[in-house]
């Protein structure tokens, strides 16, 4: 129990650290190239380092207390749905939007770096979490898995959207790409809200 535990408390901290470097450079590459997706990519990563901020709090505090508070995770499940239901919203707004102006995505040679780097990064860090939160039987670390795994597919879907558009001129398929994404998020969401999250491959 206290080797899963560590590694969870491992994860959670680099899952803190790559998404604040994250955060910044995003949002410093994309207002430098004036590039929306990227600022609003970026904005995403904070997203995902409060859930993480919350879920290392429990596990912190399970370590300590050396039990899990039923009454604690409850909340901090809650906590982590929201954060669903926020990039879903996230998704939705910034893709109608784009559809609605035929906003035409520019590209940033660091904001394409930094997004191939993530769609490498953050399925591995999902994977792990899920193992690690399978191992303890935790449902907040597998709550965190699922919302990582969906940033994944944010970052795959942004690189690929601003790919496409570079190559193929296709503006619209990141928009596409994201209402799907949000659609997942919402189911994940609503699982995580009732406590019912199970992470699937």
Known sequence: ????????LLLERLT????????????TAGLAAGLVALVGFGADSGIEVAAAVVVLRRLLAQRADGEVDQRAERRALRFVALTFFALAAYVLVEGTRD?????????????LGLLAVSVVAMPWLARAKRRTGEALGSR??????????LCAWLSL?????????TVLGWSWLDAVAGFVIAAFAVAEGREAWEGELVEED
């Open 157 to 165: 879907s942004t690189f690929t959207g601003l790919l496409a558009f």
């Open 1 to 8: 129990m206290r080797e899963p535990l560590a590694r969870a």
């Open 140 to 149: 907040l670390v597998l709550a965190d898995a699922a919302e990582t795994r």
């Open 16 to 27: 803190i650290g790559y998404n604040v470097a994250e955060g910044v450079i995003a949002v």
């Open 99 to 111: 559809l609605l102006t035929d906003a035409r995505p520019d590209t940033s040679p660091v904001g």
